[in-house]
């Protein structure tokens, strides 16, 4: 990877990823791609950005062709929550976006990382050790996109030799950029409002357990997986990554570790809870750790650590 375009650099995998591969690749030679909200702070002053809608091929390919872009980083997505209230968008930019990207890596030859989920599980999926290959029949138009994306990525690969390789993300806890209408975005806000308010309400009952992973290893994952050695690579889209997996009550359990007084208390929402539970449980990554070195480094006790450091310290400034 020498020459590196992120479409949508401003979410929240999006905005850190992009100062990453900034910093192993040179600021220059990564180009932010953002849609409506543009880049701001470091994001902004570290480097190149430039308007991409992931909708508009003949945008991607005036950058691609612009900044001789050889790797694209697709992010653009309507997380599974959301989805549910806008299908056709989720759709238009989970599949009509990938297509673009698909083209354009086709015609100038990039390599193409657009990220898959455990939401492209569901409908007879064993839910516990998920397996790499196994029945995904998903119920949200997030998980319908998502496995048609893996789907996509592996046929132009075969048909046409696009380099496209991909994670399944489970859920993303950061402290940078916040999820925006996700089912595990629990995870991320349970942390804001224990610094905040010393208390949390949940939208999923005690007793889901989802797939979680903080945020410094999906970065880690999806550059890694674009450097592998590709004669070592069985599968390409997309692989079962995790890091921990957990219950409302055990992250909150965690939390009272460094904040005694914090309370959990529950308001269901029918709907987040009704994809949460045909999510996996936990997943089985041992694909990714044999065909290319997949390591995760943070557990959850060292991420909540990390996580109410970083956002008491946003408190206390008056950040949040
Ligand atoms: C969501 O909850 O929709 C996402 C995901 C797991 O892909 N965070």
Partial sequence: MKNILVIGSVGQIGSELTLELRKRYGSSNVVAGYRSTLPTGELLESGPSERVDATDAQRIAEVVKKYKID???????????????KPVVAWNIGIGGLMNCLEVAREYGCALSTPSSIGAFGGGTPLDNTPQ???????????????????????????FGVDTRSVRYPGIISNVTLPGGGTTDYAVEIYYEAVKNKKFISPLKAGTFLDMMYMPDAIDAAIDLMEADPSKLRHRNSFNI????????????????????????????????????????????????????????????????????????KHKKGLI
């Fill in 71 to 85: 790797t694209i980083y697709n992010l653009a997505a309507i997380l599974s929550a959301v989805g549910e209230s």
């Fill in 133 to 159: 290959d196994t029945i995904m029949r998903p119920q949200t138009m997030y998980g319908v996109s998502k496995v048609a994306g893996e789907l996509l990525s592996d046929y132009y690969f075969k048909r």
């Fill in 242 to 313: 995790t890091a921990m997996s957990f219950d409302p009550e055990i992250i909150a359990a965690e939390i009272k570790k460094h904040i005694p007084e914090f309370e959990l208390q529950y308001n269901v929402d029918p709907m987040k809870q009704a994809i949460a539970d045909s999510w996996p449980n936990n997943m089985d990554d041992s694909c990714a750790k044999e065909e290319w070195g997949w390591n995760p480094k943070w557990d959850l006790s060292e991420m909540t650590k990390d996580m109410l450091r970083v956002i008491g310290e």
